[in-house]
C-alpha cells in the first residue's frame, strides 16, 4: 500500500509501549488475551480516533482523497474532510482559530500567504520536533526552498505538499514559422513577443498576470533575475535600480505586447487566453501546465513548449516555493493522529503517486525518477529541475501583511502597463508604504 511503508514504522513506534505491556501482562488465558488485544491496539494505535481536516479545491486534495480508504482501514483512524476555495479557506481557518477552535486537525494553508500571520497568531504547531523523531521519515529529501518557504522565525510551520517554480510557456509552431529560437534572456523574449505581435490576427507576443496583486508573485522571476529582491537587509528595496529595470520589463511586455485587458488579468484569464491560442509567449507557474495542455480545454495542447525563465543581468533566477502545505493545529487533542496523517500523506511513497498523476511535490528524491515525473511533459522536467538549482523561496514579500504588500509592489507594475514612462516617484511612495509594513511588524504593533 502506498505510504504505508513508512507508516508502519511510525505505527511499531506509537504501539512500542503497547506490546511493553502486553509482555508484562499475566500468564494464564487473561494474560493471552491481554496480550492479543495489546498487539491489535499497536497495530492500530489510532482505531477509534476521527481527524478533521480542510483542504483547498485543488486537484491535489482530490487526489489525496481516493487514497484516504486505505489509510482508513490501516490505521483505523476516519478522516472528515471539508473543502472551500481558496479566499473561503482563509476566512474559515481565521474564524475557526480566532474563536480557539480545536477543529480542524490538519488543514492546507498558503505558506508564503498566511504563514507569518498564523504562526505568530498561535494558529501553526511546530513541526520540526515530529519530523525528526521518524528516522525513516527523510525530512531532508524535500527541497531546501520548499522547506523556508514554509519556516517562520526558526519554526517548521507546515509540510510541503505543493511546490511551483516560474517557467517559459511558449508556442513551438509560431517560434518555427517565424526561425525564432526559445528566448534565453529577457531582452530575447522582448524581441520575440515584438516579433509575434500580431493582433489583427488575434495573436499577441505575451500574456501574464497583470492584476495588481496577483502580478506581483509573478514579476518576482523579473525582479530576482536582475538581481533584485523584495526587501535586501531588512529594509524594503522595491525602488531600487534593480527593481525598476524588472518592473518596468514586466509591465513594458503586457502594455507593448498583451492582450488590451491585460491588466485586469490574473492567472485563470491569462491561461485561457494563451490556451486559446491569443498570445506567444505566457510566464507563470509550472502548476498551471494542465491547464494549457488538455485538449478539453486548449486548443494548441500540442503545441505547447517549456523553458526554464529567461535570464537577466543576474542570470537565470526564479522561484521555487512551497505553494501549498499541511500544518496542524495547536489546540488540536489529536496532534499525534494529525501527525500521522501528514507522514502519510507527505512520505516518498504517497508523494510518488500524487506527483505521478502531475502534482508537482517536494521531494527530490521523487523527481529524480521516472515515475515521479510520468505526469509532466518532458521539456517542463528539464526546465523545473533547471528552474530549482538557483531558486528563491519566496514570491512575493515575505511579512505578516502580505496583502499591503503586494499592494505597494503591484501599484508600480500597473503605472507601467498603464503608460507611464518615469515610475520613481510611484516606486519611492511605494517603497516608504512596504517599509512602513515592515516597521509596524518589527515593532509588533497590530
Known amino acids: 500500500m502506498r505510504g504505508f511503508n513508512l507508516y508502519s514504522r511510525v505505527l511499531r513506534v506509537i504501539g512500542g509501549g503497547l506490546m511493553l505491556l502486553a509482555l508484562l501482562a499475566p500468564a494464564g488465558c487473561g494474560g493471552e488475551q491481554a496480550r492479543q488485544e495489546a498487539e491489535e491496539a499497536a ?18 486534495a482530490d487526489e489525496i482523497k481516493t487514497l484516504l480508504p486505505d489509510f482508513e482501514a490501516e490505521t483505523g ?90 517557467v517559459l510557456y511558449y508556442r513551438k509552431d509560431l517560434l518555427e514559422q517565424a526561425g525564432l529560437s526559445v528566448p534565453r534572456t529577457i531582452g530575447e523574449l522582448t524581441e520575440a513577443a515584438r516579433t509575434l505581435q500580431d493582433p489583427e490576427h488575434g495573436v499577441y507576443g505575451f500574456v501574464a498576470r497583470g492584476q495588481r496583486s496577483p502580478l506581483v508573485t509573478q514579476v518576482s522571476s523579473f525582479l530576482y533575475s536582475e538581481g533584485g529582491d523584495f526587501t535586501a537587509g531588512g529594509r524594503a528595496a522595491i525602488n531600487s535600480p534593480q527593481a525598476l529595470k524588472a518592473f518596468t520589463e514586466y509591465g513594458t511586455l503586457l502594455r507593448e505586447y498583451g492582450p488590451p485587458e491585460a491588466i485586469h488579468m490574473s492567472w485563470p484569464q491569462a491561461s485561457r487566453l494563451f490556451a486559446a491560442g491569443h ?43 512551497t505553494s501549498w502545505g499541511l500544518a496542524i493545529n495547536p489546540k488540536s487533542p489529536n496532534r499525534d493522529a494529525a501527525w500521522a496523517f501528514i507522514a502519510w ?41 533547471e528552474s ?29 502597463i498603464s503608460g507611464e514612462t518615469d515610475i520613481r516617484e510611484t516606486a ?15 515593532e509588533g504593533r497590530p
Do not use: C
Open 43 to 60: 497495530a492500530r494505535p489510532f482505531a477509534g480516533k476521527s481527524i478533521t481536516l480542510i483542504t483547498a479545491n485543488h486537484p491535489w
Open 77 to 166: 483512524m476516519s478522516v472528515l474532510i471539508q473543502s472551500h476555495f481558496e479566499d473561503q479557506l482563509t476566512q474559515k481557518l481565521t474564524v475557526q482559530f480566532t474563536s480557539g477552535a480545536e477543529k480542524p486537525d490538519v488543514f492546507m494553508y498558503r505558506p508564503l500567504q498566511e504563514g507569518k500571520a498564523f504562526y505568530r497568531n498561535g494558529w501553526l504547531q511546530p513541526l520540526d520536533g515530529y519530523a525528526a523523531r521518524e528516522a525513516g521519515y527523510g525530512l531532508e529529501d524535500f527541497s531546501a526552498q520548499a522547506i523556508r518557504s514554509a519556516t517562520v522565525d526558526g519554526q517548521l510551520t507546515g509540510i510541503p505538499i505543493i511546490t511551483e517554480q516560474g
Open 279 to 321: 498570445a506567444a509567449f505566457y510566464t507563470d507557474a509550472n502548476s498551471l501546465y494542465r491547464s494549457v495542455t488538455d485538449p478539453a480545454h486548449s486548443k494548441i495542447a500540442d503545441r505547447v513548449g517549456f523553458a526554464p525563465f529567461p535570464a537577466g543581468d543576474a542570470g537565470s533566477r526564479t522561484y521555487n516555493i
Open 345 to 385: 500523506a507527505t512520505s516518498r511513497e504517497t508523494v510518488l503517486h500524487t506527483q505521478g498523476k502531475g502534482h508537482p511535490g517536494a521531494r527530490r528524491s521523487v523527481w529524480n525518477l521516472p515515475e515521479g515525473t510520468a505526469g509532466f511533459p518532458s521539456e517542463l522536467v528539464e526546465a523545473v529541475r
Open 388 to 416: 530549482s538549482r538557483e531558486g528563491v523561496d519566496h514570491d512575493r514579500p515575505t511579512t505578516v501583511d502580505v496583502a499591503g504588500a503586494r499592494e505597494a509592489v503591484g501599484e508600480i507594475v500597473q503605472r507601467v
Open 428 to 442: 519611492d511612495r511605494a517603497n516608504a508604504a512596504l517599509q512602513a509594513i515592515l516597521d509596524k511588524e518589527a
